[in-house]
């Protein structure tokens, strides 16, 4: 079956940076899109961005537009790691951090339902 494991995370001031990761295990995931969604307590969770497989184009990425100019999705050239560097972080950004893969492979999606593998998730708290 496989997952993704995750690491990264933690407490900083507001302005600041982070980077998450997020490994595959068990099994390769380099054919698929791989994603970021966060989630608060009560509420729904909300995707971040989104980064495709590599094709002859390249990676297509997306991005939710509060998060535009300030993060970054990247997996490595194996396909297998992705990373979500955040800067200038705001409070607003606390929540609990997944990264998932879509079911197969296909341009980067919104929709958290697109998405079959799911990290166990990592705490960001932004202070103020």
């Known amino acids: 079956q496989g997952n993704l494991v995750q690491s990264g995370g933690g407490l900083v001031q507001s302005g600041g940076s982070l980077t998450l990761l997020c490994t595959a295990s068990?099994?390769?995931?380099?054919?698929?899109?791989l994603g970021w969604f966060r989630q608060v307590p009560g509420k729904e969770r909300e995707f971040v961005a989104a980064i495709s497989a590599t094709s002859a184009t390249g990676r297509e990425t997306l991005y939710r537009d509060s998060v535009k100019g300030r993060f970054t999705v990247s997996r490595d050239d194996s396909g297998d790691t992705l990373y979500l560097r955040m800067n200038d972080l705001k409070p607003e950004d606390t929540a609990n951090y997944y990264c998932a893969a879509k079911h197969t492979y296909g341009p980067p999606s919104a929709y958290s339902l697109d998405y079959g593998y799911w990290g166990q998730g990592t705490q960001v708290t932004v202070s103020s």
């Open positions: 068990g099994r390769t995931f380099r054919w698929h899109t």
